[in-house]
């Protein structure tokens, strides 16, 4: 069975969801060259009026994007770097995501944020190592954080399909995973449905994106001595929270992984909703970047600040013990 | 300022009864719903276009019903003139559920996708992508439609406008930008805002770029529709700039704000070129008697649909935020 990568998953799908519908549409610097890996071959295969090659002005080509969606069309928008997507959350959380409400339901706004660069690259300097997935999700903006190649293709084809605007992170740290699995098996995923990667009856750990395969290896550090299920939720907004009340009614005991910042970040709104709603019977942890941090180009400096497997093993023995 | 081609409102399509009518009903319109502002019935204010009504006049009378056009915070006569239900959108202002987007948009972004109005943003300037994006679909799907962008004097300093510029002469889009220079952005007077010139920003892009007079509808009509028609030939984007005033203050607020930014002599300089004055002038007597008639039975009946209309249900807050029907949570929920 052939291996597929991570980028080579984002590729199928943007190639598959171009073919199966003409709307659907990909912009973005340097794509022609397919600098990220993600556009390979598309130019060949539809030419340069739908790979549409775009100068370095985010702002304008975000709000483009938006005007040929209200005109029928599916835009991808390909974002090399994190802090791209800062320079456009007016055009995105401001303008596409209100496009529905704004106009009372005349107009819906189809556009897909492709960040196939997510969080850390090793030694790359301040400015392009956010993760900045926790905004998008504070605006309600539709966003999705895919773990693995299949999720990858699945979750980016969902959010070409998906009515709304949707932010796709494909986090740097994923890209190296290879998955077994026949082009053939590869479908689509619903938004906002979570997924466990592992089951079991503890201490519920919900990791994102990149982390989970750091979660799945603290689970089998600690399987004989505690009992660990991981859950993905896949989509960070709209969360599934069903899917996290479902795990918690199981173990009562919780432990986010997340790559955001401390403050406000994601693992904030999950420990204050379990708390809020959900069964508990210790008191939860989460493991996070620290508040306001800023990776910078020094990995030694760099690692110290992320989430690590030390921190969420020692996070789940506290809250494997712990009582309420 | 460029002078015309004599071309008569006919030659482009109109009659100047028709612009006269149209720009009465938007001065008509504006007074009406200033009167529903002091009363509380719009809670939002409005940003007034009196004084501007010639230029929606002449774009809305230039362009074909399935054109696009992107209008602003100072949009009511933009969509008035593209041919929005007055009923309709003084219900929209009201915040009623039978406003053109169901009283979602409000006074400062309403859309009527119905006359192909896509939306009204008042993130100034940013207008002008939305509608280069939708004239390149409308281009690549093989119509001759073509998308229009309105905007103020204020927009010309914004990145996003020059980036637009820069895109739509790039790869020819069909699209006009038309710039309301009404000399202030808000209370900053254009000469200390905008080093060189407004049309030479579009003109360093290779964009034809010139001012005409916003005060004379049949001077914006024939412009404008030179300027579409050049458009839907595949010659690219244009750039055009009217020269225009607004009488009232730049939101309903000034109206108690105490500002002083402009001259009372500027403004009645201004007020003498009246632009509905104008227009009546080139309508018998007896023609504008009965428009104006007219125009007050359509506003009464406005006014009174408007206030007839039921308001939204606060059940319904979470309504259209998301096309697919998502419901977002809400505090304290469950």
């Known amino acids: ?324 | 300022m460029q002078e015309t081609e004599p071309v008569s409102a006919e030659q482009a399509g109109s009659t100047p009864a028709e612009l006269y009518r149209t720009i009465r009903l938007i001065r008509r319109f504006e007074e009406r719903a200033i009167d529903l502002v002091k009363s509380g019935d719009i809670v939002s204010g409005i940003h007034p276009c009196i004084g501007q009504e010639a230029v929606a006049a002449g774009i809305g009378a230039a362009l074909r019903a399935d054109d696009v056009m992107m209008a602003n915070h100072r949009g009511h006569g933009h969509l008035l003139a593209k041919g929005s239900d007055p009923g309709r959108l003084l219900a929209e202002l009201a915040g009623r559920v039978t406003g053109v987007a169901r009283g979602r948009g409000g006074s400062f972004h309403p859309s009527d996708f119905s006359v192909g109005v896509f939306g009204s943003t008042g993130t100034v300037g940013h207008g002008a992508p939305l509608a280069v994006g939708v004239a390149w679909a409308l281009a690549q799907a093989g119509t001759d439609r073509v998308a229009i962008s309105i905007f103020g004097d204020g927009a010309v300093n914004q990145g996003a406008l020059l980036e637009s510029f820069n895109l739509a002469a790039l790869w020819r889009v069909p699209v006009l930008f038309v710039c309301e220079n009404n000399l202030y952005a808000t209370t900053l007077p254009v000469q200390t805002a905008v080093a060189g010139s407004i049309t030479a920003r579009a003109a360093a892009f290779g964009i034809p770029a010139a001012t005409y007079d916003g005060m004379d509808a049949q001077v914006v009509l024939a412009a404008t529709a030179a300027a579409v028609a050049r458009a839907r030939g595949g010659q690219g984007p244009e750039f055009l700039e009217f020269s225009t005033y607004r009488y009232e203050g730049h939101h309903t607020f000034e109206r108690t704000a105490g500002l002083h930014y402009r001259d009372p002599a500027e403004v009645a300089r201004w007020r003498a070129s009246d632009p509905m004055l104008a227009q009546s002038g080139r309508v018998p007597a007896a023609q504008r008697e009965s428009i104006d008639a007219e125009v007050e039975v359509t506003l009464d009946a406005a006014v009174k649909f408007a206030l007839d209309s039921p308001a939204p249900d606060p059940g319904d807050a979470l309504a259209y935020l998301y096309s697919t029907g998502l419901r977002p949570r809400a505090s304290a929920a469950g």
Not at chain 1, 60 to 74: E, H, I, K, V, Y
Not at chain 1, 206 to 212: D, E, W
């Open chain 1, 1 to 324: 069975m052939p291996k597929l990568s991570y980028l080579r998953a984002i590729n199928r799908a943007l190639g598959d969801e171009m073919e199966r519908d003409p709307a659907v549409f990909v912009m973005g610097e340097d794509i022609r060259q397919a600098l990220t890996n993600t556009t390979i071959g598309l130019l060949d295969r539809f030419g340069e009026q739908r790979v549409v090659e775009t100068p370095l002005s985010e702002q304008a080509f975000t709000n483009f994007a938006t005007g040929a969606a209200l005109a029928g069309r599916r835009p991808v928008v390909e974002y090399q770097i994190p802090f791209l997507l800062l320079l456009v959350i007016e055009q995105i959380a401001n303008q596409a995501n209100k496009v529905a409400l704004m106009s009372g339901g005349q107009a819906r706004v189809p556009v897909t944020y492709l960040l196939p660069a997510a969080g850390w690259r090793p030694g790359w300097g301040a400015q392009h190592s956010d993760q900045p997935y926790s905004v998008f999700a504070h605006f309600g903006v539709k966003t999705v954080l895919p773990a693995t190649p299949t999720d990858a293709y699945g979750l980016l084809a969902g959010a070409i399909r998906d009515d709304d605007p949707v932010v796709v992170f494909a986090p740097i740290a994923a890209h190296g995973l290879r998955e077994n699995i026949a082009p053939a098996d590869l479908v689509p995923a619903p938004l906002g449905v979570g997924r466990i990667h592992r089951a079991g009856t503890d201490v519920t750990v919900v990791a994102t994106g990149h982390l989970v395969q750091d979660a799945l290896a603290v689970a089998d550090e600690l399987a004989g001595e505690i009992s660990v299920e991981v859950f993905d939720p896949r989509t960070i907004y709209p969360f599934d929270w069903a899917g996290l009340a479902a795990s918690l009614d199981k173990t009562g005991r919780l432990v986010v992984i997340d790559d955001s910042n401390l403050f406000c970040g994601l693992g904030a709104e999950i420990l204050a909703t379990a708390a809020e709603q959900m069964r508990l019977v210790a008191p939860p942890k989460r493991v996070t970047r620290p508040d306001s941090a800023v990776l910078g180009c020094v990995p030694e400096l760099d690692l110290a600040l992320q989430p690590s497997r030390g921190q969420l093993a020692t996070a789940v023995r506290k809250v494997a013990h712990g009582t309420g």
